[in-house]
């Protein structure tokens, strides 16, 4: 025999050269949309997250930019807890340049048209403010109109609610002020300060009639300054900057409020964005998986093409192609439809931002998604694709033949990119490495532990199969573990969906039982604050007469620090190398004197010395946390400025603060014996279990002194659910995105594994199964599927939620069981949907349909 | 003397597994001639197809070797494997595996197409139409009979006109009647385009049709006979 022609001539075609895999690809694509209708939908609801986000967010940050001087309606603006006073009111008043000023305090307000009142701030304005932007009230003349006298505008929330309008009148403080109309907008208000504490403006030359400002109150002035440019400015700032410093006194320009606003609003974006991330790492999972089901569906196909002289990547390309042109028209899609949903976030924002949101298009992010959505489409359908390379030809003889394994390079790369890429991603997000890594690391947590749970509970129920129930139950349990039903994938796709959103009802439960405590039996919810001491008997026999329980009268001081640790504040402010921080230094303390904890205080360290003899030393407590700030422990010595008198004074011990518990807590607690004859004020606290008799109790309380405030923590209790209700609608609106994606991953799974269940259900009717059995069968098969993956998601939220409120937010972990299970029955209900949505077709197949065809 | 195209030498297939090793081709030896046409049959598990696809290059010998057209396929990848298959190599199944996305025209029409040819559309429509699917050319195999798919699989197998066409059990999924046309069909145009046929069958009725007929029984080759032999099965 002769051996001829040994070396093949054999030339690699590219992929761009090779016509014929573009043809097979659309051809073979033509007849697979509906299975690649999945996978591009996976990728179109990952990468609409992304892009509405992304372009939101360029949005939000040309915002800030262009309405930083609108919002702050000023170049400088100086603020002060104190009146400017000495030298810095010489320096204002020596400034040639356009000023204004203003002075807001907490107040509360009776609407005289209704008897209700409520806790406002109050401010009070004098000059042309704002110099930037403008007031817009209904109607228009309103602001100018507050100019003129006993007149007082409010805040368009606060109107609707207690049902003002203009010509009515209200009582604050002394004075009566006539409604000249509602604010719609004004420079530094709105957005969710005025959802805490709504404001009434009235002129600064009417303050004084309302008789407010008494010893204890507190207030904070504002000096706005105008000037001609950013130079302008600079100079003036640093012109004021040693009299700031000094008096503890801060300052606010443009360009810091473009700052602050920036950063404050990147950190949201951070977040939603991180969520949005979740959406796209979900949907990754969604192509891979879709990639994975579709190529195991080709193998036969690509057994027969390398049997006709396809190679190995050429079978590869040909899919490679479809998942790329769809993955980039999807990818299109995707950007659109993120597009459209950018239009809506403002719409949920509403009220939270203090300015109205552009819904600008953002080129950049539809660009970024594009490129994206092209990128994940290749990297994560790479690798289930990499296995068409290596499907024997052998297989068209033999469909069970299964080669060994093969390890590509291709498959090595594939991982790598694909572990490289969250890290790239989340890093571009969060415009950080670190905090790209430090979600990386998370998100394999979550994922890891989901998989975790999601193993431990198909072991278990294989372990404990209920081999004893009824046929359906047991029939249905059993479809969990058929051949690609990709049970373990869905659970945890759908898992971590359930995960997020009870993972933000946990947090949002946690904070919400910080203020629940007014709920609770014998709490007080109702602070009674700046009680002069001749008005002390006096509040508390109206307390009495209106049958309220008078829980505390707790006298407080107000006094700033002159030394820390024999150092004067001075010289501990021009210490650069001091770490205590300037606020600490300079602010105003509120102290009170007790010989005894407070049921909301704990002491951890040292002990509590009451003083004894006049001649003995003065020790107080100071608050966890505080003791820090100001570098001190026990031992340390003080030196309180009170009312212009100094009281040196040694910390004695430290003492464990629940803040928001049974208030008012404070920093300081001096013994008895020491601060009785210094000027002070009372604080007092009731519950009032009935909002009549809260209406009473207000009325006649701002009739009788009224500059007593009222604090009202029922109100702020709503005031913080509408909050939650607000962002948390954001937040949920972008957690859907990762509850659809796994959705869209289970429709994959049901679709794919149709065919099977029909052949199933038509040997099961051919003996004698009827429709409602196959009906129940599947339903349970949904539901059991529905729970597990629910189960998994709350047993990781609730060990996620615990760690987040205790180590990140510092809260209790608190947790309602009625939420977390509406979530579980959301997600099991979905499920079943799905379910039984395919499952109209399996029920109306013919049974000699199946049967012919397998014959 | 014509040249041989197929030339098996101590051919061993030996599939191993965690608790034992099966030998499932024992030191087959034999070589096949330029046209001529030969049958496999044997029971099942003899190894008939198992030694097809080691002759087409589907798959590795564990021992010894198939020269193919002259060339040596276990000393060759996969990829150039299938560039012999698609120059020289025609293949008929029992099961048709016609690719069910394509239409029937479009599925001859592949393997040229997988060469970088261009016009073939004419010539599979002539090959289709000797097959007698003239009229079926757009349908897809869903929309076909088995005898009728089986026709497009031998259209799409003479398509490149092959040096050697491989057949497993090619009316092993058909009725009599079409069982029938196949065998025609087959032969005929086998005839017509000088193809070497290598046919695997447990039906001795068409082996007797082939010049020659091996028979295999546990992995091994047991008769090589020439003629026609019917009456000895």
Known sequence: ?855 | MSQAVLEAENLTKIYRSAEKELMVLDHISFSVKQSDSISIIGPSGSGKTTLLGLCAGLDVASGGSVSLMGFKLNAMNEDDRAYIRNQYVGFVFQNFQLLSTLTALENVMVPLELRGERNVMPKAKELLDRVGLSGRLHHYPSQLSGGEQQRVAMARAFITDPKILFADEPTGNLDEENAYHITELLFGMNKEQGTTLVLVTHNLELAQRTQRILRMRGGKLVDDVVGRVASNY
């Open chain 1, 1 to 855: 025999m002769i051996e001829y022609v040994i070396k093949i001539k054999r030339k690699n075609r590219s992929i761009f050269k090779d016509r014929w895999v573009w043809s097979m690809a659309w051809r073979d694509a033509r007849h697979n949309f509906s299975r690649l209708v999945l996978f591009v939908a996976a990728l179109v609801v990952g990468i609409a997250a992304v892009v509405a986000l992304d372009s939101m967010n360029n949005s939000l940050q040309n915002d800030i930019n262009s309405n930083a001087k609108e919002l702050l309606g000023a170049d400088l603006v100086i603020n002060g807890e104190r009146k400017f006073e000495g030298e810095l009111k010489a320096k204002f008043d020596s400034l040639q340049l356009p000023q204004a000023s203003e002075a807001d305090m907490a107040s509360m307000v009776l609407f005289l048209n209704n008897g209700q009142s409520r806790l406002i701030r109050l401010v009070a304005l004098k000059g042309d403010f704002p110099f930037y932007g403008k007031v817009e009230t209904q109607p228009a003349d309103a602001y100018s109109k507050i100019k003129t006298g006993k007149f007082a505008m409010l805040d368009e929330s606060l109107a609707s609610q207690y049902e003002v309008s203009s010509d009515d009148s209200l009582r604050i403080g002394s004075s009566v002020f006539k409604v000249s109309g509602v604010v719609a907008k004004i420079p530094g208000g709105g957005g969710i300060t005025s959802t805490f504490t709504p404001s009434v403006y009235i002129s600064m030359d009417e303050l004084d009639s309302t008789r407010l400002i008494q010893y204890g109150s507190r207030v904070n002035f504002k000096q706005y300054i105008k000037t001609s440019s950013e130079e302008e400015t600079t100079q003036t700032l640093n012109n004021f900057k040693p009299f700031i410093r000094k008096n503890g006194y801060s300052y606010e320009t443009i360009e810091g409020r473009r700052e602050g606003l920036g950063e404050g609003f990147n950190s949201v974006y951070k977040f939603f964005s991180l969520l949005a991330f979740v959406a796209l790492v979900l949907g990754c999972i969604g192509i891979a998986s879709a990639v994975h089901i579709y190529a195991r569906e080709k193998r036969e196909e690509v057994a027969v093409l390398r049997c006709i002289g396809s190679t190995g990547w050429q079978a590869f390309n040909i899919f490679f192609i479809q998942i790329f042109v769809l993955g980039l028209l999807g990818s299109i899609v995707g950007s659109l439809i993120g597009i459209g949903i950018q239009q809506l976030i403002p719409v949920l924002l509403k009220g939270v931002v203090p300015f109205e949101i552009s819904t600008g298009i953002s080129w950049k992010s539809v660009g970024m998604g594009v490129l994206i959505g092209a990128v994940i489409s290749i990297l994560f359908s790479i690798l289930p694709l990499v296995a068409v390379r290596f499907v024997p030809p052998l297989s068209v003889l033999r469909s069970d033949f299964s080669p060994e394994r093969i390890v590509s390079k291709t498959k090595v790369v594939a991982i790598i990119c694909i572990a490289l890429f969250p890290i790239a991603f989340a890093a571009y997000q969060t415009q950080s490495i670190l905090t790209g890594v430090y979600f990386f690391l998370g998100l394999i947590v979550a994922l890891g532990f989901l998989t975790l749970v999601a193993i431990a509970l198909l072991y278990l129920v294989r372990k404990f199969f209920p081999y004893n129930a009824g046929f359906i139950w047991k029939h249905s349990l059993s479809g969990l573990f058929r051949p690609n039903n990709q049970t373990r994938v869905l659970m945890v796709t759908i898992g971590l969906g359930a995960f997020i959103i009870s993972t933000l009802n946990i947090v949002e439960q946690s904070m919400l039982s910080q203020v629940e405590f007014t709920g609770r039996e014998n709490q007080s919810n109702t602070i009674l604050f700046d009680i002069q001491p001749h008005q002390r008997e006096g509040v508390i026999k109206l307390m009495k007469e209106n049958n309220l329980e008078v829980n505390q009268v707790v006298p407080i001081i107000t006094c700033r620090l002159s030394e820390v640790k024999g150092k004067s504040v001075e010289v501990l402010q021009k210490d650069t190398t001091d770490k205590i921080p300037n606020w600490a230094l300079t602010r105003e303390y509120r102290v009170t004197y007790r010989d005894s904890l407070h049921n909301s205080e704990e002491l951890i360290k040292g002990e509590l010395h009451s003083k004894k003899q006049s001649k003995d030393s003065v020790w107080v407590t100071i608050s966890e946390g505080m003791e820090e700030n100001l570098g001190v422990t026990i031992g340390d010595s003080l030196v309180f400025d009170i009312q212009g008198v100094p009281l040196k004074a040694f910390i004695s011990g430290v003492r464990k603060v629940e803040w928001p518990k049974d208030p008012p807590n404070f920093i300081f607690v001096f013994p008895k014996g020491v601060l009785e004859n210094a000027p002070q004020f009372y604080v007092t606290s009731t519950r009032i279990k009935e909002q009549q008799q809260a209406n009473n109790f207000q009325q006649q309380l701002i009739l009788q002194f009224p500059n007593v405030s009222l604090i009202d923590l029922r109100l702020i209790l709503s005031t913080v659910n509408e909050l939650f209700d607000k962002l948390g609608l954001v937040v949920r609106f972008l957690a859907l995105f990762s509850i659809i994606t796994g959705l869209i991953v289970l429709a994959g799974a049901v679709i794919n594994s149709k065919f099977l269940r029909i052949k199933e259900n038509v040997l099961l009717r051919t003996v004698g199964a009827r429709t409602s059995q196959i009906t129940k069968i599947t339903l349970i098969e949904y539901a059991y599927l529905g729970l597990f993956s629910a189960f998994t998601g709350m047993v990781l939220s609730l060990a996620g939620g615990y760690l987040l409120t205790t180590f990140f937010f510092e809260i209790k972990f608190a947790f309602d069981w009625k939420e977390i299970g509406v979530i579980s029955f959301s997600v099991i209900f979905l499920t079943m949907l799905i379910g039984w949505i395919n499952l109209r077709e399996v029920i109306n197949t013919p049974p000699l349909q199946v049967l012919r065809k397998e014959g």
